[in-house]
């Protein structure tokens, strides 16, 4: 079965980090774009970082940039987001996504999201 | 960086057909491909239209999309609704100016 699993999500202080992880199963991501899109709880979709295939190609929206980094190790083939200097509206359920390929479709598969929870 | 409006919501009767629109706030809508996402209740979103009008297999093609340049709007239209379309459906497109991927602000579409 071709998923996207994510982990690493939890509860945290303001100001403190987590690291995010994003693996597949029945592919090969390393050969993918990918992206991490987050979710407030009740709230829209909100796109967060991207990481071209071979890591030559990183952005952030304005609301993490300078905060959060990507990165990805395609021999484990998976991809991280570091979150630093965590505040109360990063709490959010965090996807990650990955692009199609071939087709103009940046999320062409989704995974469950991992939630992180940011609470003094 | 631009803006995608989308109403709050919508709301038809089963077999009826609804219209949800996603206006791009500066710039040429056709100038970057529309997606649409759809997003049931403690799920994941999934794709039903891409490159504005295109289908993914699976998507029954009671789901159609369309741009309109005169608006500079998208357009998702959902005919012969079923109560299992309820979800939350989304606009999404691309600003290659910063790059920068932008989402609507979605629209819950109730089926009645």
């Known amino acids: 079965q071709v998923q996207l699993v994510e982990s690493g999500g939890g509860g945290v202080q303001p100001g403190g980090s987590l690291r995010l992880s994003c693996a597949a199963s029945?592919?090969?991501?390393?050969?993918?774009?990918v992206h991490w899109v987050r979710q407030a709880p009740g709230k829209g979709l909100e796109w967060v970082a991207f990481?071209?295939?071979?890591?030559?190609?990183?952005y952030f929206s304005d609301s993490v940039r300078g905060r959060f980094s990507i990165s990805r190790d395609n021999y484990k083939d998976t991809v991280y987001l570091q979150m630093n200097s965590l505040r109360p509206d990063d709490t959010a359920l965090y996807f990650c996504?990955?692009?199609?390929?071939?087709?103009?479709?940046?999320?062409?598969?989704w995974g469950q999201g991992t939630l992180v929870t940011v609470s003094s | 960086n631009f803006i995608l409006t989308q109403p709050h919501s919508v709301s038809e009767s089963p077999g009826k057909t609804v219209t949800i629109s996603c206006t791009l706030s500066?710039?040429?809508?056709?100038?970057?491909?529309v997606q649409w996402y759809q997003q049931r209740p403690g799920s994941s979103p999934t794709t039903v239209i891409y490159?504005?009008?295109?289908?993914p297999s699976g998507v029954p093609a009671r789901f159609s999309g369309s741009i309109d340049v005169s608006s500079n709007s998208a357009s998702l239209t959902i005919s012969g609704l079923k109560s299992e379309d309820e979800a939350d459906y989304y606009c999404?497109?691309?600003?290659?100016?910063?790059?920068?991927?932008?989402f609507g602000g979605g629209t819950k579409l109730t089926v009645l």
């Open positions: 500066s710039g040429n809508i056709a100038h970057n491909y």
């Open positions: 996504a990955k692009d199609h390929g071939v087709r103009a479709t940046p999320f062409d598969l």
């Open positions: 999404q497109s691309y600003d290659r100016s910063n790059p920068y991927w932008v």
């Open positions: 490159e504005d009008n295109e289908r």
């Open positions: 029945g592919i090969t991501l390393s050969r993918f774009d």
């Open positions: 990481i071209r295939y071979d890591g030559s190609h990183i």
